[in-house]
């Protein structure tokens, strides 16, 4: 087996990680590389073993599961970058909350043995997509593992967007803005904003609004086979949209917004000892008491 290293660079724990795992790696019998990104960092003299690196589209292709080495939103932008090219993904998590990642600095050696035995399974994670359009013609694409958030950027204005689910009208928000998530995103900013959560084995797209000036205005679940449109009723300015809390850009009044289930489905491996009910009820301090 060949086993791909990635992560947060930046994180001062990354290179510690790595110097650790890459011989519980190789021990175990596979091969390692490590994606060459790290190479940028003034510290990457801090890796220690001799690993050998891959740019980052070439450790896709060629390796047969991808560890990555930070918290959520390393995986997040992992799963992004891997496009089309779906490998199965472990997070090793460094820092606090986190709900993606499957081990830890203490665990991943376990998780490799469980690994060179086969001894897991892998829960499939629907994607969004986005298209942007606007009237001069412009256009564009993204894919989102946790959520899509659109808002009123600098401005204090509300924000007014009309949403269509399947070409049939479905509300006109007054908010800050919404928030079209996945199951896997429903622990994330909608949860956050009042949205539901939802168990990720389910396909479903749930639409929240940010702080809504409306007592009525409230999260809606819809089916992933629907086609979302967000319009704007006014041509706003500062506007703008956000892809899994990473990527932020200004979009215009007259943009349109179409929100779907992506084609592409994110590869989790998912440990023995572990499943979404445990670390649900650790990650939000369910006692089992409260009242």
């Given at each position: 087996m060949?086993i791909?290293l990635?992560g ?6 990354f290179y ?12 175990a ?7 060459s ?7 990457a003299?801090?890796v ?5 690196s ?8 060629t390796?047969?599961i991808?560890?990555?080495?930070g ?5 997040l ?7 089309e090219n779906?490998?199965?993904?472990l ?9 993606l ?15 060179s035995?086969?001894?897991?399974s ?19 694409g993204?894919?989102?593992l946790?959520?899509?958030?659109v ?11 009309e ?10 928000y ?17 949860l956050?904003?009042?949205g ?10 749930t ?11 409230r999260?809606i ?8 449109e ?16 990473q990527?932020r850009?200004a979009?215009k ?8 289930k992506?084609?592409r489905i994110?590869q ?5 000892g ?6 649900l009820?650790?990650k939000?301090?369910?006692t089992?008491?409260?009242r």
């Open positions: 060949i791909g990635t947060n660079f930046r994180k001062s724990r510690e990680i790595v110097n650790s795992i890459f011989p519980v790696i190789v021990n019998g596979h091969s390692c590389f490590i994606s990104d790290y190479e940028e960092d003034e510290d003299g801090k220690k073993v001799g690993i050998d891959l740019e980052f589209s070439e450790l896709v292709e390796c047969d991808i560890l990555t080495i918290g959520d939103g390393t995986l932008s992992t799963a992004r970058r891997m496009e779906m490998k199965p993904i997070g090793i998590h460094i820092g606090g909350l986190g709900f990642a499957e081990s830890t600095r203490q665990t991943m050696a376990e998780a490799i043995e469980y690994i035995n086969q001894n897991y892998i829960e499939n994670r629907m994607m969004l997509s986005l298209h942007l359009s606007s009237l001069n013609g412009k256009s564009g993204y894919h989102a946790n959520d899509i958030v808002d009123h950027g600098h401005s204090g204005r509300i924000l007014k967007t949403i269509t689910v399947s070409g049939e009208y479905l509300n006109t007054e908010s800050d803005g919404l928030i079209f998530s996945t199951p896997t995103g429903s622990t994330a900013y909608s956050s904003a009042g539901p959560i939802i168990t990720p084995t389910i396909d479903t797209i639409v929240t609004p940010i702080c809504p000036h409306s007592l009525s205005a999260p679940v819809l089916p992933a086979n629907e086609i979302i967000a319009s704007f009723t006014e041509d706003y300015e500062g506007i703008a949209c956000t892809i899994d809390g990527i850009f979009i009044g007259s943009t349109k917004l179409e929100i779907k992506s084609s994110i989790l491996i998912s440990l023995p572990n499943n979404y009910f445990h670390t009820r650790s939000m301090g369910w089992g008491n409260l």
